[in-house]
Every structure is written in structure tokens, then in C-alpha cells.
């Protein structure tokens, strides 16, 4: 598999999806996160956006989303995350595995993606992420295989205080399994929230730690 040429378009996607400012919905604003959704072009259902300030600059936000030494630690909606392959100094194979949501309502997912880190002018960092199929990795018994169509983060400094940051994230995974739209429609936005809410104050709380080395990508 050429994951190499797999990063450079999954890059390309979610450099596109940020540009892109027409037709998005605004469907849920809280705790300072605004949600917006729109038709996606990947799959039958919709690509969310998730966008909020982060009191931090991008070169560290962006190791600390996606870095399972960190992630571990503050993403309470997973229950383990792992590298699985390092293919490159910014790319990755990654097995991700959530906690069931909604009082079981959706049982736990797992997810194996492909994700690459890339830099942009102005201090901009992304992430850039697609479900790709890794032999030494199946489906197991225990929770469903889901697929991340392109998904990803982009985390750039703002004009007026370089020392924050604001992140957009974007999602538009398919869960598997027998999932009413409208229970997907309702977990989305939320998940989007929390991710958000959690990177701040596992931020936070890590920056407290006077003896913390960040570790870069």
C-alpha cells in the first residue's frame, strides 16, 4: 500500500474542507465549540467541523491531540490508542478503540488509520487522517470496525495572540453496524465538543506539571 501518495491526498482533502466556507450548518454551540455540518462527498451521511480557541500555540496542541504518550492520558472517550506502524517522521498507523456511548446505546468502535502530520506557512499544523485496511490488525469480536473517511485537525495561531490558537476538527466516520441516523446525528456533534473541551483541559493541567518535556512529532 502506498501510504505516502494515501497522505498526500488525504492532506489535500483536509486542506480543502477548511477552505471550503460555503455550505456549512451550524448545529450545536457549547462550552465555546461551534458545530457545523454539511452533506459530506465521502459517504452517505455528513462531515462535521468542530472549531474552538485553545489558550496554547499549534506546534504544541497538535502532539498532544494525537501522540498516544499524551492522548492516553486526557481523551476520555477512548479506551486504548496506539502506534501501530511508523512509516515516516510524520506518518503513522494508528488503532484507536472508544468507549461505548450513550449508555451503551453505541457500542465500542475501533478504528485503524492512516495519519500524517503536515505543516503549512504561518505556523500552521495539521493532522490528516483516513481508515485504511493493516493485515496485522483485524476486526476483532470484541467492538465494531469503523472507518474514518478523511478526518483531521487544523490548528493555527491567531493574529491577534500568537500564543493561542484555533483548532478546527474535522469527522465523518462511519460507525458500522445497525446505527439509526439519528443516533449518529446526535453522538457526532458531542464527540466533536468533548475532543475539544478535554484537549483544553488536558492542556491545562499538563502545564502545570513544572517538570513536563513536551515531546514534538
Known sequence: MDYKKIADEVSEKILSYNQDTSGWRVIKISKNVTVSSKPSKEYAGNI????????????????????PEYRNKWDKALQSYKLLERIDQDTGIYHSVTHSYGMGLISS???????????????ILTTNSVSVEYSSCPPTPSCVRGYNNPCGYVCSPLPENPE???????????????????????ALPTTLINLITETRAGLKA????????????
Open 164 to 186: 493561542h490558537s484555533k483548532l478546527v476538527v474535522f469527522i465523518q466516520p462511519e460507525l458500522g453496524g445497525m446505527l439509526p441516523s439519528s443516533v449518529v446525528e446526535t
Open 206 to 217: 499538563l502545564k502545570s506539571h513544572a517538570s513536563f518535556t513536551w515531546i514534538h512529532f
Open 48 to 67: 462535521y467541523r468542530g472549531e474552538g480557541i485553545i489558550k496554547e500555540v499549534p506546534s504544541k496542541i497538535i502532539p498532544f491531540m494525537y501522540l
Open 109 to 123: 468502535r475501533d478504528f485503524v488509520d492512516l495519519l500524517h502530520v503536515k505543516p503549512y506557512p504561518g505556523d
